[in-house]
């Protein structure tokens, strides 16, 4: 192992690999991620894969378009498969019209040109299985998809390495030594790393890491789940299913979505905030299974939503960890009162998506102190919580 790096990457799912890549890419040779398992294990590795950029702000339609593109080039100059299968977010409230229509504005000025609003119409076109007798509308991107997350995980770490990083699996990050204000080193599992700039990327783990330096990091982990399963021969349908999204960002109301998952499978999924009576889980100590009661109720939701799809026969499923912060808005930002100590943490369960643009805006901010990727890191800052 070892005892020096300039900057040590703490965690190995997509946002630490893709901040090792953006560094290196940057010039920045001597970085380190420290991966306590294997890359992936975490989130990234249980994560649905969906890559979209139906989103309703600046800002997150930014630092999506920027990945999409990313995706696409990984896509085309690598073995990783993107399938553009589309992404149809539903327009259950009519008073989120206006909104929606915006989105696709905002789309268009950050380059995303086939993503259109949909009437009811449209939308059974595109999903024929839809009942869209509630919905008043959707908007659609065609050019979104999906993309295993190990293998992305994989290739961004791979470019890493070739442009001189080195990535340690089995090491974990124990604490981070600070002396007068300053990071000087990580404590690992194998020895002392002395460096000047450390990136908390740990995922689930990114608040205890955090805690060790005395700071409160406003998100915690919550097990979602995705099952995949099979329609009867009958009902398979004979058209490729895109993401079909019915929770809508903001909304406090838990949403079905699905995809099409290979040939002739569905992946399905509940996108939910955290609940009232909700208790964060233990990163080390959940159930990695899905729960059949989760099976029942997205099978419930679907008696209405896509009858074809209700009778499912279950092949697989698995739960995972969504970090999530009170505004369900990533932090990425540097340490209140440490330098050197640049925290990535808190994606509530949407961070595969993002993953190129943070690590762009994490080599910016650990380089030059700010980005030019979007125009303000307001929506992600530490301090939009005091
Ligand atoms: C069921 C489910 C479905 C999802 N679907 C989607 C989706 O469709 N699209 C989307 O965009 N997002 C989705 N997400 C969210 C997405 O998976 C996460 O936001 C994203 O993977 C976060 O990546 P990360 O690198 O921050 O965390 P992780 O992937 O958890 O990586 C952190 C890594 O740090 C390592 N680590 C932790 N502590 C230490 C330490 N002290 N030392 C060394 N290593 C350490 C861990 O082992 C882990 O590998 C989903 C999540 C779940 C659970």
């Known amino acids: 192992m070892q005892d020096h790096a300039s900057i040590v990457v703490v965690g190995g799912g997509i946002i630490g690999v893709s901040i090792a890549n953006a560094l290196t890419k940057a010039g920045v040779e001597d970085v380190l991620v420290l991966e306590k398992d294997s890359l992936a294990s975490g989130s990234t590795g249980r994560s649905a894969g969906v890559i979209e950029t139906q989103y309703f702000t600046d800002f997150d339609v930014a630092i999506r378009a920027y990945s999409l593109r990313a995706f696409e080039r990984v896509a085309d100059e690598t073995r990783a498969e993107f399938p553009q299968v589309g992404y149809v977010r539903l327009l259950m409230d009519p008073d989120d019209e206006e909104r929606f229509r915006e989105s696709i ?54 470019r890493a390495r070739t442009n001189g990083a080195t990535v340690h699996t089995g090491v974990a990050a124990e604490s981070v030594a600070v002396d007068d204000g300053e990071v000087r080193a990580v404590e690992t599992s194998e020895g002392r790393v002395e460096c000047e700039t450390v990136v908390n990327a740990a995922g689930p783990w990114a608040p205890r890491l955090a805690a060790q330096t005395g700071l409160e990091l406003p998100a915690a982990p919550y097990r979602r789940q995705v099952i995949v399963a099979e329609p009867p021969e009958e009902d398979a349908p004979d058209y490729t299913i895109p993401t079909v999204m019915e929770y809508v960002p903001g909304g406090s109301k838990a949403g079905v979505y699905f995809r099409g998952e290979g040939a002739n499978q569905v992946l399905l999924g509940l996108h939910q905030e955290v609940g009232t009576d909700e208790e964060p889980s233990d990163p080390d100590r959940y159930s990695t299974d899905y729960d059949e009661s989760v099976v029942l109720e997205i099978s419930d939701l679907l008696d209405h939503r896509a009858p074809a799809f209700s009778d499912l026969s279950v092949v697989n499923g698995w739960s995972g960890l969504y970090t999530i912060t009170p505004d369900t808005q990533p932090i990425i930002d540097t340490h209140p009162s440490i330098d050197g100590y640049v925290l990535a943490a808190g994606f509530s369960g949407k961070g595969f998506q993002i993953g190129p643009a943070v690590g762009e805006i994490v080599s910016d901010l650990v380089l030059d102190g700010e980005t030019d990727l979007v125009p303000d890191l307001s929506p992600v800052s530490l301090s939009r919580f005091e």
């Open 105 to 158: 504005r905002i789309q268009r000025r950050h380059g995303v040109d086939d993503a259109r609003f949909l009437d009811p119409s449209e939308v059974a076109t595109v999903v024929p299985d839809l009942n869209v007798e509630d919905v008043h509308g959707a908007i659609y991107g065609p050019s979104d998809g999906y993309a295993d997350p190990y293998t992305m995980t994989q290739i961004f770490a791979e």
